[in-house]
Every structure is written in C-alpha cells, then in structure tokens.
C-alpha cells in the first residue's frame, strides 16, 4: 500500500532552534516526496521535493529535507526556527500505483508552532 | 503565489441549495484537482481530471460533480448542499510534479 505518516500532530521549538517535522513513507518504487506548508486560510505552498540524486535537498524558506532509504524517512528540517515559520506542514508521496496517474498521497500535517 | 484562483473565499449556505464553487488558472495546466480539507486536518483527494472533458473520482467519496470544458476551469458543483458538506474545499493544478494550489474556498451549510 502507498502511504505516508507524519507521527507528530504538533511540534513546538523555541525561536532561533533547529526544528525537525517527521515524515516516513511506504510507497512500492522509487519514492517521489514532497513537502508543503500551509499558513492560516491560505492554501497549500510547495516547499520542497526528492525526486532522485543527493539525499539532502533544499527548498524554500531555508528548508531543507533528507531523504532515507533504509528509514524510508524524509524529515524536514530547519537550522534556526522563526516564528514565521508557524503552519501547518504536509509531507506527500506521489502515488506510484496503476492507474492513479501519479496523484500525491498527502500526511495528515504537523502543526509546527515556533515560540519568540 | 502561483495563478490559480478560487471564488468564493467564504461561503455560507442553507441546506439544500446548489452551489458552484469556481477554480481557474492561467498557468495552462492539464492536471487539476480538487481536495476536501477540515480545518487543520489532511487533505482527501475528491476530483481530479486530465485535461479537457477528462474527470475522475478520488480516494473520498463525494456527492460533488465536477466539469472540464476549458483548460483553464475546474468548477465544483453540489446540487444540494448539506450540513455534512461543511468544509473548506482546495482546487490545486500541477506542472511536471509540483501542484499548485489556489487559496480555498471555506463553506458552511447551515
């Protein structure tokens, strides 16, 4: 089965401390995962992706994700949080399975909440 | 900000109205979706099509039908609105791998 979990619903870091939002996946293949935030009536916005090629990838907003095969993890970190940086953050992997044409699966979000 | 845009931004409506929620971008991307979010929960996947007068089904069963007779549109329909059908609605476009999402439409069925 395709899935991904996030087994945090909240995360909470002091201002100016690296965060971490957990992601694993369970996909049958290659895994293409991604990462969105999602700040207060707003919609999605596509922070990051790993397709293939080196494990560490970047993205926006000083974001960045590592990918793990051997974990089948891909966590989002952030050297030094802002209170900015407070939303709500989805991880996604593309769904490989026959027939969905490449749909994401989404996790259920992580509230990330980065006190001053 | 990606170009994709969602009328209304708030809805609220009495049960058993139609309604039409719209979804349009300028990006010409064949792929759109339609997600149905509950405020700070995952995302269900409740419509999505390929291209013009192309549409299917997601994983979440839904009793809104959609339409897709311009690249551009990717309306929402729900012929009778339900308390049940409280929810904020995502319309999202995709180039390549990446979907971009429109800024939602939050409705209330009263």
């Known amino acids: 089965a395709q899935s991904v979990a996030q087994p945090e619903d909240q995360v909470n870091v002091a201002e100016g401390n690296p965060l971490t939002v957990k992601c694993t996946y369970s996909v049958s293949g290659n895994p293409y995962l991604f990462w969105y935030v999602q700040y207060p009536n707003r919609g999605l916005q596509f922070l990051l992706k790993y397709i293939t090629g080196d494990n560490l990838v970047k993205g926006s907003y000083g974001f960045e994700a590592e990918f793990n095969k051997s974990q089948t993890s891909f966590h989002l970190k952030k050297p030094s949080a802002l209170v900015s940086d407070s939303a709500l953050y989805f991880c996604a992997v593309r769904d490989l399975r026959g027939g969905s044409q490449g749909n994401l699966i989404f996790g259920k979000g992580t509230k990330l909440s980065v006190k001053p | 900000e990606a170009d994709i845009y969602q009328t209304p931004r708030y809805l609220v409506i009495g049960t058993g109205k139609k309604i039409t929620l719209e979804c349009s971008q300028t990006m010409g991307h064949d792929k759109m979706y339609w997600y149905q979010q509950d405020p700070g929960m995952e995302l269900h996947l409740i419509h999505y099509?390929?291209?013009?007068?192309?549409?299917e089904k997601g994983d979440l069963s839904s009793e809104s039908t959609v339409s897709r007779i311009r690249t551009e549109h990717f309306p929402l329909t729900l012929e009778s609105a339900r308390p049940s059908h409280t929810s904020q609605y995502l319309c999202?476009?995709?180039?390549?791998?990446?979907?971009?999402f429109g800024p939602g439409t939050r409705l209330t069925v009263t």
């Open positions: 099509s390929y291209g013009v007068n192309s549409t």
């Open positions: 999202a476009s995709k180039r390549v791998d990446e979907q971009y």
